[in-house]
């Protein structure tokens, strides 16, 4: 990756970091730290990998994006306004009546918005189903799957997987956000997932696991999947919770959360505050 897309990939991760606690904040509530775990890949997606075009959000050549944990919705309405999909300023109207930015991600009200989802598991079965047409058409577009560690719960998730491996999608890279911590606490703790990566390739994919942080080693790990052409592909994220802001990586409950008390108003405002002089300086 060359310096200056590494810069610029680097600043769409802060605007849409900043966008998303900004939003949350204005709300008074919501799913924040698997919105903040997933800034670097979102920003890599649209700052390098992806093909899409603003302006035509139905490209029949775009690559597609299904997230399946769609209550990370912050994430990825951050990240379209960055990069055009609609104006900014909607981003303050998440969740409220008649928004077109809901709770968790819906296709019929976003542009750029490719599935319906957060009814966790199904998520993977409408992608795994749109990268099938993908190449029965014989496209050459991508299925990005986004999954939560603790979705992963679901047997839904490992019927798709079975089936995504069997058929040989390997126009589907799957991201699995092993954050480690879900809606009732630590991952371990609620149900061991075990080694992730080690039961992908068990079901037939094509796995790496990558720092979900490190916007290099995110690309790097894109790039090599979409040079397999024989499986279906996954990249297990090995994220934080909360990533980016400490006090949000801190927090013992960070799943969701509430902006009703000082603290938290206080750590957002200063979140906010320094990462709008990173990106005034270009040096975030």
Known sequence: MEE?????????AAKVRRDVVAMLQHRGYGHVGGSLSLVEAYAVLYGKQMKYDPKNP???ERDRIVLSKGHAGPVAYSTLAEVGFFPTDWLFTLNDGGTR????TDRLKTPGIDATTGSLGQGTSEAVGIALALQKKKSDS??????GDGELNEGQ???SFQFAAAHGLSNLIVFIDDNKRQLDGWTK???NPFDIAAKMRAFGFNTQKVDGQDIEAVDAAITEAKCNKKSANCIVLDTVKGAGIPYFEQAESNHSMKWNNDEINKATDEAIKELNEKIERGEA
């Open 4 to 12: 200056k897309q590494y810069k610029d990939i680097k600043l769409l």
């Open 58 to 60: 139905k490209w029949e």
């Open 142 to 147: 991508y299925t990005y799957l986004f999954v």
């Open 157 to 159: 998730c490992w019927e």
């Open 189 to 191: 703790d609620v149900m």
């Open 101 to 104: 930015l809901p709770s968790h």
